[in-house]
């Protein structure tokens, strides 16, 4: 039976443990607690920097706590300083409503929701911060903070320089609020949160000693621990795709198939580091992979696990299996007959329409967009180095056999060039277009 010391310990070995305030290791050996972490709902899907406070909750969860999530549809409508350099973008109350629906789906993927003793919980703090008047927070909230106590947090003095509105110099006023709140109102205890928000996490500790006083026998009230800013060792940005796209959570901001392929890419530098801060795996089964890695990186097995293990929690099982039979299928060189591959491989890998008829190797392989010219395909067909549908083409004037599965050709350019065309239909309908869009 897990135990809340099993927690801390879960943490360390996997290099997920930053900070912690006083007294906290001594609470957990007394018993299960409840802890938040905060989301920002001024986006419509969490990503990849999201994970590592997600997956802290999924911790604290199996050892026996109470996770839950703070979907700041209050503070949302002010904006957070910490780790910006400019304000962000206030956001209306149906927007943030959408997007904390969306937010709460992802967050499903991981947490367990379902009734019982450790049931995940999610609260939007629009449901207190909203009831509050301005004299009313000034009065029994503003009271507790100094001005040099404000001045003095890492995330107000980045922004100096630039300038910074009071609407978000008064964000931590805000966050301690929550704190406040959920302590009172839903006995949460603790405060977790990336190594950025370890000040405002401290901000909240300081109005619950305040408001409240301390503890018994002097002890803490509350208590806030920080996770590590994910830096990958290789020095690649970690959550960036290599064309500097974020890695969402949702499939219409970043397609499995391009999820996938960004934790398949890891370096080998990073692999070890993802496998323990963002998948479940055990010690036992991350030194195997490790050792496997060690012995034969060719293979790419690490990297392999930790792109099929993060894809089913985050898009599904199915999904991941696909996007795996799609990552081995497509460049391995063998046929390339399933539908499903072929879908996924047309909608992210630059996929082409042609014409329903039956078309000319020659003018299946330009409508391709592989080719720069005619005569750079001439050549290509001369050297041997144009494949359709698995025959390599040695008459550009031969008609090509039917479509896979009745609607797929693949064309090839070497050994690394691949894209997947979808027939038109006769009545001018871009199906290949709409299948595209469907997914998004």
Do not use: C
Request: cysteine-free; glycine content about 12%.
């Amino acid at each position: 039976m897990p135990v809340m010391t099993d927690f801390l310990a879960e943490l360390r070995w996997r290099g997920m443990l930053q900070e912690m305030t006083e007294g906290l290791e001594p609470r957990l050996a007394r018993g299960p607690i409840a802890a938040y972490v905060g989301f920002d709902p001024t986006g419509d899907s969490l990503h990849a920097g999201h994970l590592i406070p997600i997956f802290g909750l999924l911790h604290l969860q199996r050892a026996g706590g109470r996770p839950v999530a703070v979907v700041g549809g209050g503070t949302g409508m002010v904006g957070d300083p910490s780790g910006r350099s400019a304000e962000r973008n206030l956001l209306d109350e149906p927007t943030l409503a959408a997007n904390v629906a969306a937010i709460r789906a992802q967050l499903e993927r991981f947490l367990d929701f379902s009734p019982g003793e450790h049931a995940a919980r999610m609260i939007d703090n629009r449901e207190w911060l909203g009831r509050y008047g301005l004299i009313e927070f000034l009065r029994d909230i503003g009271k507790h903070f100094s001005l040099g106590y404000m001045l003095s947090k890492d995330s107000v003095q980045l922004r100096m320089g630039a300038g910074i509105s009071f609407t978000e110099f008064s964000y931590m006023t805000l966050q301690a609020t929550d704190f406040l709140h959920l302590y009172r109102d839903h006995g949460v205890e603790m405060q977790m949160g990336g190594a950025d928000q370890f000040g405002n996490i401290t901000a909240g500790l300081e109005l619950i000693r305040r408001v409240l006083g301390q503890g018994p026998d002097g002890e803490p009230r509350a208590y806030g621990l920080s996770f590590p800013l994910l830096t990958a060792p290789s020095g690649k940005k970690f959550g960036k795709s290599e064309g500097g796209q974020t890695v969402f959570l949702a499939r219409h901001r970043t397609s499995p198939y391009a999820f996938y392929q960004y934790w398949l890419n890891s370096d080998d530098r990073d692999v070890q580091l993802y496998l323990r801060t963002l998948t479940l795996l055990t010690r036992e089964e991350i030194a195997a992979l490790e050792a496997e890695q060690a012995a034969h990186p060719e293979r790419r097995l690490a990297q392999r696990a930790l792109a099929l293990d993060l894809t089913a929690r985050v898009h599904g099982t199915p999904e991941a299996e696909l996007q795996r039979r799609v990552g081995e299928l497509a460049f391995s060189g063998e046929p390339l007959l399933d539908p499903d591959v072929l879908q996924v491989l047309h909608d992210d890998v630059g996929g082409f329409t042609f014409a329903a008829e039956v078309p000319t190797a020659f003018d299946l392989a330009m409508a391709s967009g592989l080719f720069a010219s005619r005569g750079d395909l001439r050549r290509s067909i001369a050297q041997g180095g144009v494949v359709v549908d698995d025959v390599r083409v040695v008459d550009g004037d031969a008609p090509v056999g039917p479509p896979i599965a009745g609607r797929y050709h693949v064309v090839r350019h070497g050994r690394r060039q691949l894209t997947v065309g979808v027939a038109r239909t006769r009545a001018g309908d871009d199906r290949a277009q709409q299948a595209g869009d469907g997914l998004a």
